[in-house]
């Protein structure tokens, strides 16, 4: 009976070339993504002096005041007209 029994490994067959293409692009897509989340939880600023300018306006050339909303064209009245029957 214990000759009978095989412990031998099973045979795996070689991985193919498009298996193994598909293999590397899942983890450089992995590490990609990866290097993306941190990049958005980890923000890297050039420098501290840019981040003291961007709260205070350089000049008044800069700063633009919102125009006023001009009103719409597109809305005409509509003609008040009797129902025909």
């Given at each position: 009976m214990a000759?009978?029994?095989?412990?031998?490994?099973?045979?795996?067959?070689?991985?193919?070339?498009?298996?193994n293409v598909l293999r590397y692009g899942l983890f450089f897509g992995?590490?990609?993504?990866?290097?993306?989340?941190?990049?958005?939880?980890?923000?890297?600023?050039?420098s501290h002096k840019t981040d003291s300018d961007s709260f205070e306006p350089k000049n008044?050339?800069?700063v633009k005041k919102p125009k006023a909303?001009?009103?719409?064209?597109?809305?005409?009245p509509k003609?008040?007209?009797k129902k025909k029957r």
């Open positions: 000759a009978e029994l095989d412990f031998s490994p099973p045979e795996i067959p070689e991985p193919t070339f498009i298996e992995a590490i990609f993504q990866l290097i993306c989340v941190l990049a958005i939880i980890l923000p890297v600023s050039k008044s050339e800069t909303t001009a009103p719409q064209i597109s809305k005409k003609k008040e007209t």
